[in-house]
């Protein structure tokens, strides 16, 4: 009986880490070396929905992220909706930005430390 309910929990421990999300993505973004405040941010993974989130007024934006993999970090309001790849952990990753204007005048986003 009890490697019966043992086996039971195992696999029930199993099934509960299956569904459990990914951590969130946070982080800050800056344009000119000033926060960028209340400005729409959405990561979108796979064939999923957006999630959606805002900066804070000190540039600061934290969205919890499902799934875990490859996705797109977009600013979906700002001029040329700047897009790029990060990737979703089981962890809380952390993701700072700068949003810079490329030769042609595009907005981009570029990594920061």
């Not at 993999?69 to 979906?76: K, V």
Request: proline share 7%.
């Amino acid at each position: 009986m009890k490697s019966i309910t043992a086996g039971l929990c195992f696999a029930f421990a199993l099934s509960v880490s299956a569904v459990v999300s990914a951590g969130p993505i946070y982080g800050t973004m800056v344009a000119d070396n000033q926060p960028v405040k209340d400005t729409d941010i959405e990561i979108k993974c796979g064939e999923d929905a957006p999630l959606k989130g805002k900066t804070a007024a000190d540039g600061a934006y934290r969205i919890n992220v499902p799934k875990e993999g490859q996705c797109s970090l977009t600013l979906p309001t700002y001029a040329g909706k700047p897009s790029t790849t990060i990737f979703s952990t089981p962890n809380p990753t952390l993701y700072n930005f700068a949003v810079v204007k490329n030769a042609e005048g595009k907005f981009e986003l570029k990594r920061r430390q």
